[in-house]
């Protein structure tokens, strides 16, 4: 709808659909507006203006194009003077801007300022010399609105409106009333609502308008008017305070939210991201208290990954949401996992972490954990765990370019399956060597293994004879580059269907790559008439619907296949500008997530379109550069394409 007409849309204070500062700080939580303003930064007909207090890092990528970063300057000292005077503040003009200038006109600060001279010293703006300098925080953002807090803290010592602002540092979003009441239930936590667990509803009424007055609590929002919030600088200063003064406190808060939480899902086993909402906070919480391993065995293993299922990442693509819950269970992402979980844990969180942050493309990023993770499987000496983990690296390494050393972890890996004899594994690391040999260029090996890890598929699953899942995309890739696409009709085929019955979103999304380039290869081999238009029209379907499907993924790092698969299709019909744009957006993921095999990739589809459109010139400048990296990274596969492609330019 938003791109039918010329528009401008207007998305205020997003903030709260945005994770707080940590791993993904600035992201979007909510997958539906990630999508949108992705979209909206690639193609737009209008004009998108976001208001946030967060940085916007889902299109940051796209500030030298589309997207235009602007930071709201601080009050002037004109305006600052003006506001302080709105809040009861007196004094002469001069001193007034003194003022302004001296908070270097932060909005919050001096809306806290004004607050509290007005309160505490009649309005007089001389006595903001007696609000103390804090020398730990001076070089932080927000200082001075610390400072200001820093004097309520004196002021309001051992009262309920305290308690309340420590309660607000427990949440790092709005505070719904049933988990408030959750903290204030008997008995009380001692020295965070013993002032404030008895109040009548009267006095809590009284407590809240006070602290709304003084700036420190949000307005109440007409929509959810029990429901709690402040400045994210005010919950950050209480809650650090909180952490550090009174940890027992601290501690027994959070473990209160745990169990709300983790109760409030209707279902144990709930089926929507909003309705698993819920569990994600338990996560939170319960780590916050120190649980992590009854929150992993209980809450992340059971109910949120349910075992080996991986729910929330096949079934809704949510590799956000999964990333954030694991980062929990770390005392310094993504290095270092909490010192409260058993060394199998461990290895796990430091393996799933690895697996986000590669489907999120941040490769560079997923291989520290990712090896730290070998290390530790291979120091327990489970030869099932360090084939997974092998192979989980051949993977990560084959997309960054490095060849050879992908190639060293998919041997591993095939050895230690052996090892292990897990039929599962025995099929998943062949499947993992014969993608590596197929990009290193020798074809009949891969091919020799995949029909290996085939034959050990029909062994244990007799009922499904063709490989499938990502395993089988792979093979078809082979099959693909030696023209056996009527081959990958017919297996694709039929594996979309075991994907469809169990609703892998990725699994569905890649068999529709791999029918899409079939019919495009058909297409291709019939040059004119009937057949050639319904193959092309098939192709296009096809991979559309993929490009679609992986987006709802959320695999960036599978992404770019489709892309460079639809962009040879518009190629192929002519339609130019639509081939830039998807070659653009693959070109975008993979320079991000250093992803160099794709890269390669890029250059060359990009060589062919230069060619299409006449352009020799800058036909020749891809050449080069995808001819440079692929004999840099040993990606064999490409050489014959390279060779043609260099044909093509020299026949004109």
């Known amino acids: 709808?938003?791109?039918?007409?010329?528009?401008?849309?207007?998305?205020?204070?997003?903030?709260?659909?945005?994770?707080?500062?940590?791993?993904?700080?600035?992201?979007?939580?909510?997958?539906?507006?990630?999508?949108?303003?992705?979209?909206?930064?690639?193609?737009?007909?209008?004009?998108?203006?976001?208001?946030?207090?967060?940085?916007?890092?889902?299109?940051?990528?796209?500030?030298?194009?589309?997207?235009?970063?602007?930071?709201?300057?601080?009050?002037?000292?004109?305006?600052?003077?003006?506001?302080?005077?709105?809040?009861?503040?007196?004094?002469?003009?001069?001193?007034?801007?003194?003022?302004?200038?001296?908070?270097?006109?932060?909005?919050?600060?001096?809306?806290?300022?004004?607050?509290?001279?007005a309160t505490v010293h009649e309005g007089e703006v001389r006595k903001r010399d007696?609000?103390?300098?804090?020398?730990?925080?001076?070089?932080?953002?927000?200082?001075?609105?610390?400072?200001?807090?820093?004097?309520?803290?004196?002021?309001?010592?051992?009262?309920?409106?305290?308690?309340?602002?420590?309660?607000?540092?427990?949440?790092?979003?709005?505070?719904a009333k049933g988990a408030i009441d959750a903290l204030l239930a008997p008995p009380a936590i001692v020295g965070l609502t013993s002032n404030v667990q008895n109040l009548s509803f009267d006095k809590w009424q009284f407590t809240l308008k006070r602290l709304r007055e003084l700036r420190l609590l949000a307005e109440k929002d007409a929509s959810r008017p029990d429901?709690?919030?402040?400045?994210?600088?005010?919950?950050?200063?209480?809650?650090?305070?909180?952490?550090?003064?009174?940890?027992?406190?601290?501690?027994?808060?959070?473990?209160?939210?745990?169990?709300?939480?983790?109760?409030?899902?209707?279902?144990?086993?709930?089926?929507?991201?909003?309705?698993?909402?819920?569990l994600f906070a338990a996560v939170v919480h319960g780590c916050q208290a120190g649980r992590h391993q009854e929150v992993n065995d209980e809450i992340f293993f059971k109910r949120i990954k349910r075992e080996s299922e991986y729910y929330v990442i096949h079934k809704h693509g949510a590799f956000g949401s999964f990333l954030a819950v694991v980062s929990n269970f770390f005392e310094n992402p993504w290095h270092e996992p909490s010192a409260k979980l058993?060394?199998?844990?461990?290895?796990?969180?430091?393996?799933?972490?690895?697996?986000?942050?590669?489907?999120?493309?941040?490769?560079?990023?997923?291989?520290?954990?990712?090896?730290?993770?070998?290390?530790?499987?291979?120091?327990?000496?489970?030869?099932?765990?360090?084939?997974?983990?092998?192979?989980?690296?051949?993977?990560?390494?084959?997309?960054?370019?490095?060849?050879?050393?992908?190639?060293?972890?998919?041997?591993?890996?095939?050895?230690?399956?052996?090892?292990?004899?897990?039929?599962?594994?025995?099929?998943?690391?062949?499947?993992?060597?014969?993608?590596?040999?197929?990009?290193?260029?020798?074809?009949?090996?891969?091919?020799?293994?995949?029909?290996?890890?085939?034959?050990?598929q029909k062994e244990y699953q007799a009922s499904y004879p063709l490989l499938y899942s990502v395993r089988g995309f792979k093979f078809c890739d082979l099959l693909l580059s030696q023209g056996q696409y009527q081959d990958v009709q017919k297996r694709a085929s039929q594996t979309i269907e075991i994907a469809e019955q169990n609703h892998w979103l990725l699994d569905i999304a890649l068999d529709k790559?791999?029918?899409?380039?079939?019919?495009?290869?058909?297409?291709?081999?019939?040059?004119?008439?009937?057949?050639?238009?319904?193959?092309?029209?098939?192709a296009r379907d096809y991979l559309q619907l993929a490009v679609t499907g992986l987006r709802k993924a959320g695999t960036q790092d599978h992404l770019p296949r489709g892309l460079f698969a639809r962009a040879a299709c518009y190629r192929a019909q002519n339609e130019f500008a639509l081939a830039a744009a998807d070659l653009e957006e693959a070109r975008e993921i993979a320079e991000r997530g250093e992803m160099k095999l794709f890269l390669a990739d890029y250059h060359l589809e990009a060589g062919r379109l230069a060619l299409a459109e006449g352009k020799r010139e800058k036909a020749n400048e891809h050449l080069e550069a995808a001819a440079k990296m692929i004999e840099q990274m040993g990606y064999g596969r490409r050489k014959p394409e390279v060779e043609e492609l260099e044909r093509q330019i020299k026949s004109i």
């Open 342 to 456: 058993n060394e199998e844990t461990r290895a796990g969180v430091l393996s799933q972490a690895g697996f986000g942050l590669q489907a999120l493309g941040r490769l560079r990023e997923a291989a520290q954990p990712m090896q730290a993770c070998l290390e530790m499987y291979k120091k327990n000496g489970n030869p099932k765990n360090v084939a997974i983990a092998t192979g989980n690296l051949s993977e990560l390494y084959l997309t960054l370019g490095e060849v050879k050393h992908a190639m060293h972890h998919a041997l591993q890996g095939v050895e230690y399956a052996d090892k292990s004899k897990d039929v599962e594994e025995r099929e998943e690391n062949r499947a993992t060597l014969a993608h590596a040999l197929h990009q290193a260029g020798k074809l009949p090996e891969a091919n020799t293994v995949f029909l290996e890890a085939e034959a050990i």
């Open 227 to 278: 429901t709690l919030d402040c400045h994210p600088l005010v919950r950050e200063h209480f809650s650090e305070k909180l952490r550090s003064q009174n940890p027992d406190a601290w501690k027994e808060a959070h473990s209160r939210l745990y169990e709300y939480h983790k109760k409030l899902p209707a279902k144990e086993l709930p089926d929507t991201l909003e309705e698993m909402e819920p």
């Open 513 to 538: 790559v791999s029918i899409g380039r079939a019919f495009l290869l058909l297409a291709l081999s019939n040059a004119e008439g009937q057949a050639s238009r319904q193959y092309f029209d098939e």
């Open 1 to 117: 709808m938003i791109r039918q007409q010329k528009n401008l849309l207007v998305l205020d204070g997003l903030e709260p659909l945005q994770y707080p500062p940590g791993p993904l700080h600035g992201q979007f939580k909510d997958q539906g507006v990630q999508a949108l303003l992705k979209q909206l930064a690639g193609d737009s007909n209008g004009l998108c203006i976001v208001t946030t207090r967060l940085h916007v890092t889902d299109v940051a990528h796209k500030t030298k194009s589309s997207v235009q970063a602007v930071d709201l300057e601080n009050l002037s000292a004109e305006a600052g003077a003006q506001l302080l005077k709105s809040l009861g503040v007196i004094g002469r003009e001069p001193e007034l801007r003194a003022a302004s200038k001296e908070y270097e006109g932060h909005a919050l600060a001096l809306n806290l300022l004004g607050s509290y001279l």
């Open 130 to 175: 007696l609000i103390p300098h804090l020398i730990e925080r001076e070089a932080q953002p927000g200082y001075h609105a610390y400072r200001v807090m820093a004097s309520y803290e004196l002021w309001l010592a051992a009262t309920p409106e305290l308690e309340i602002l420590f309660l607000m540092g427990l949440f790092d979003r709005p505070a």
